[in-house]
């Protein structure tokens, strides 16, 4: 169920805290879509990008969550997908605030930027918060125009 499902993906840079993050969610009850990366082994970030934004385009998940050394490079590859509102968050105010006002479907972490309890922080935010619509639902519409 999409629902329920939280799609994963990173590059080697954040296999880590991506597997730990997956972790922490089955622990709470989420089904994980793992898209990749499997190890530490190199890989190039805008293939799991790509994959993060196939996947909620198609309905896979309904949510993600993207990680590579800074968060930056892969959520540049998610968002060209037209499906996917990836924002990069550093703190649990900062994954609110996109959800509430971006309409963000999609968080990006940097495992070099950020500890495990702040990635925590910033999921739990994410998951928790709803998109409050109004004003914001206008300009989120313009993304998609």
Known sequence: MADKTIAFASDHAGFELKETLK?????QGYEVLDLGAHSLESVDYPDFGKAMGDAIAEGK???????CGSGIGISIAANRNPAVRAALVQSGLAAKLARQHNDANVISLGARLVGVETAYDCVDAFLATDFEGGRHQRRVDKLSS
Request: a neutral charge; hydrophobic letters at 40%; zero cysteines.
């Open 61 to 67: 998940a309904n949510k993600g969550i993207l990680v």
């Open 23 to 27: 972790t922490y969610l089955s622990e």
